[in-house]
């Protein structure tokens, strides 16, 4: 029976496939075959690894990319990680947070939320500003001790085919295609997922109209901005921009018209004018990265397809506003291998696998997208008069103990996490 033939460049359309090799080669097996090895992917490896099952990672790039991408995490996710080990090297490399604020620019009038009232339903009241890319290094950095796991890089998972009681799937590198078997196959290849397009799944949704220039520099903005905390999402005249610390810089993300187009806004001309906004200045800001992103709001109608499931921003995309897209993806992961766990080494049905799509896919829904959708749309707000009220509103919250509470259980992912729990 022919392999499913399937090409991961496209988010939303299928191409045709590249031409194929002229043979296929047959090599080790392993339990479960993982697609991606970005800090989902490597969170499922290194779970199952934990419990000696053997798992094979295949990622397209040659190594991890220390690249601009996620940057914030929650404090159940550092509560998830710690039990591993990894929670303490990414507070070692990382900023700890105990607040983040929501702010006007340039008056300085804010909401200031306390992470602090959430000690006792958390381990780490506070966020985590880290790069990703560092906890795919601590994680990557214990999978290699495992002797139940294998990682290969500058490969490519190219076609995958259920076949009933195991997973067929072809792997690419350096021009040669080998054959490998899986009982079963996780796709954690991000947004133009290989894996999601085997099982035949739809990606519904939305792209976003605007695109989102992010930028990092060494200025130290909080030796300038009154009060600013390590995470601030900012209202300025007609737009807004958000500053996040990292070790050594801030990062900043540049909301433009997108009525203009993209590429006159990236120009070091644009740029400078507005981070000059932010802080002006008699010098020129010295950039060190930068890069434009688009955003999506998108999601499968189904985690699991037979022996295939998918995980992180392979099932669901979600704009950065609140910093939920990688830190739901950890909480799938973990959800994810749990059920891998309790089938492969616990004996339970294939139907355990089930659960993990009821308790994962309505979180990703109702509490992940729409919950980023509306931290978008109001952080959107142009109105003066309504960003004042939205202001008063959320001044009130934060200093309403309860009210807190209950807003930073939704804000920090306590509740959808609990609300998955429930689920049977």
């Known amino acids: 029976m022919a392999a499913t033939r399937c090409n991961g460049n496209d988010m939303t359309s299928d191409a045709s496939h590249p031409s194929q090799p002229a043979s296929i080669t047959r090599t080790d097996d392993a339990d479960v075959i993982i697609a991606g090895g970005g800090p989902v992917g490597l969170c499922v490896a290194l779970l199952l690894a934990e419990q000696k099952i053997p798992v094979t990672v295949v990622e397209s790039e040659s190594a991890i990319v220390r690249d601009l991408r996620a940057s914030t995490f929650h404090p159940p996710t550092l509560d998830m990680l710690e039990p591993l080990g990894i929670t303490a090297k990414m507070v070692e490399r990382g900023i700890p947070c105990p607040d983040w604020q929501i702010r006007l620019h340039p ?17 780490h009241p506070y966020r985590l500003q880290c790069e990703q890319w560092k906890l795919s290094e601590a994680l990557l950095e214990k999978l290699k001790q495992s002797p139940h796991a294998e990682v290969l890089f500058a490969s490519r998972v190219e076609a995958a085919e259920d076949c009933g009681d195991h997973i067929r799937v072809e792997i690419e590198a350096d021009g040669k295609r080998e054959e490998r078997r899986a009982r079963y196959v996780v796709g954690a290849d991000g947004a133009r997922s290989t894996v999601r397009r085997c099982m035949g799944l739809p990606f519904e949704g939305l792209t976003y109209p605007e695109t989102t220039l992010l930028v990092t520099t060494l200025f130290s903005f909080e030796d300038h901005l009154e009060g600013i905390s390590n995470v601030s999402y900012c209202w300025k005249e007609n737009g807004n921009f958000s500053l996040l610390k990292v070790p050594g810089r801030w990062r900043v993300s540049i909301y433009p018209d997108e009525n203009i187009p993209i590429e006159d806004q990236m120009t070091p001309e644009a740029l400078e004018a507005s981070l000059q906004i932010i802080v002006p200045r008699n ?38 506003a609140g910093g939920m897209g990688l830190n739901g993806g950890i909480h799938d992961a973990f959800e994810l291998a749990a059920a891998l766990i309790d089938v492969l080494r616990h004996g339970a049905p294939e139907a355990r696998l089930d659960a993990y799509d009821r308790r994962r896919r309505p979180i990703a829904r109702e509490d992940i997208l729409a919950q980023a959708d509306r931290n978008r749309a109001r952080m959107r707000e142009r109105d003066p008069a309504r960003r004042r009220e939205l202001l008063r509103d959320l001044q009130a919250t934060a200093n309403d103990r309860e009210k807190l509470r209950s807003f930073l259980r939704r804000s920090s992912m306590l509740e959808g996490l609990a609300k998955s729990a429930a689920i049977s």
């Open 283 to 320: 010098v020129t800001y010295q950039i060190a990265e930068q890069r434009p992103y688009r955003v999506h709001m998108r999601m499968v109608p189904a985690y699991r397809s037979g022996r295939m499931l998918l995980a992180g921003d392979a099932a669901h995309l979600n704009t950065p």
């Open 107 to 123: 008056s300085g009038d804010r909401a200031v939320f306390d992470l602090s009232i959430l000690d006792g339903e958390t381990r």
